[in-house]
């Protein structure tokens, strides 16, 4: 089954405590991406790939860190969470088309809420 | 900054009647319009999806309808079902990666 998995689905911990958020895709996408979803905010980018060794900012990047050495995976990272942090976030993956940063649809993962105390 | 503005943010429709939501954009290099539909405790999926050289694109209940000159795009549905309930987002991508509206709560109620 092509899907986008995300794991944990649920964490809860400390403020300083580093921590991984894992996501992986098994439809061979070049384009990932991960965003963090707040009431009354919608979904913002925190960072994204373009293929493997390539990140970017997206809107949202202060206090994350991503990785992508392997096409399939890619890691969030909080080094040192504090409570802003709390959120619900996707990860989301999508094939690259001609010329563009993907070509249409977005895949998203079942989300991850983590809670920063 | 915005990109998308998204209205209204939330909607309460009784059940056989149209949901309207609606969205404006600033950014005239953008090229693709979609919709994304949420169930609670899922990730977004992709709904329906336009480009602006057609003002409208039907898919079963769903319709986007497009406005170019005035930079805006809407989704209707149709006959609206209680399992319609769900938040939606519209977005919008050009030579940038895919933002976001911030979303609508819809509610059909029987």
Redesign the interface.
Known sequence: EAQ?TQNPRYLITVTGKKLTVTCSQNMNHEYM?W?RQDP??????IY?SMNVEVTDK?DVPEGYKVSRKEKRNFPLILESPSPNQTSLY?C?SSPRGQG???F???Y????TRLTVT | QQQVKQSPQSLIVQKGGISIINCAYENTAFDYFPWYQQFPGKGPALLIAIRPDVSEKKEGRFTISFNKSAKQFSLHIMDSQPGDSATYFCAAKGNTPLVFGKGTRLSVIA
């Open positions: 986008v991406s965003y009354g905010l919608g979904l913002r980018q994204y997206g996707f989301a563009g940063f993907f249409g649809e977005q998203f993962g079942p989300g």
